[in-house]
């Protein structure tokens, strides 16, 4: 899963501690936050980790601490921390995709763009196959038709892909700086949504969590994650109301 917004997993991180899984990823984060964002210096920065992580964590283990984090570091002083400021989205931008990008492949490139904007890294951005499904709203898009779509984009020269010493970078070509905004995508679960309803397709918000929705012919409220939800407390609720019926 991607992690948008840094200073809140940073957050998370100082409350709850680390997560099982990624513990190096949230030190990198951890430091990306306290350089970045609460402009500490390397010295303090090391401090205020250690304290946090020497009781939050028993994956590395304390002899190894201080060199872990330093790396983190100097990892950190490298790399932008991430937001979720809205992206937005320029009018040139939406029509080289509309002229210049087959239409089977707009919306990846609708992703792509929408991710470099947001690392806002000019050496790129690193993406697993399944974030990008995701954000495309086809998690049954096999991983080799997935490469075909990227080989195509790569040709049409709107990504290139980078090699670097640890991973693959994907580097959009045609970001452009400023100019008349098309739209803004701040809807992060669903960016392809934000190009479509720019294209004039129905498209409104979740009445529940505000994340935008297709509007469908049975004049759907939710989008799929709160319909589960809601769905649920209502079938507790009844069920709640059927035994309290019956104990009377
Ligand atoms: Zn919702």
Redesign the pocket.
């Known amino acids: 899963m991607i992690i948008f917004d840094e200073v809140l997993y940073a957050e998370q991180i100082i409350r709850n501690g680390c997560s099982q899984r990624n513990v190096l990823v949230d030190f990198k984060i951890l430091a990306k936050y306290f350089i970045h964002y609460k402009h500490r210096t390397d010295q303090e920065a090391r401090e205020e980790m250690l304290n946090i992580l020497k009781n939050s964590q028993t994956f590395i283990p304390i002899n190894y601490l201080v060199l872990k984090i330093d790396k983190a570091i100097s990892f950190a002083k490298t790399e932008n921390l991430k937001v979720m400021n809205s992206v937005i989205i320029y009018k040139e931008e939406v029509d080289i995709i509309n002229n210049t990008i087959d239409e089977s492949l707009r919306d990846l490139a609708i992703v792509y763009l929408f991710l470099s904007k947001w690392s806002n890294d000019e050496k790129g951005f690193f993406v697993k196959e399944a974030d990008v499904k995701k954000l495309l709203g086809k998690q049954s898009l096999r991983n080799k038709d997935l490469q075909i779509k990227n080989k195509l984009l790569e040709d049409s020269e709107f990504i290139k892909f980078v090699d670097t010493r640890t991973k693959e970078l994907i580097k959009v070509l045609i970001t452009k700086e400023d100019g008349e905004e098309a739209f803004r995508i701040n809807d992060f679960k669903h960016p392809v949504l934000h190009y479509r309803q720019y294209l004039g397709e129905k498209i409104k918000?979740?009445?529940?969590?505000?994340?935008l929705?297709k509007i469908t012919s049975s004049n759907n409220k939710?989008?799929?994650?709160?319909?589960k939800?809601i769905k649920n407390l209502q079938t507790n609720q009844s069920k709640q109301r059927s035994k309290t019926n019956k104990s009377l």
């Open positions: 918000k979740c009445e529940n969590c505000g994340c929705i939710y989008c799929k994650d709160c319909k939800v």
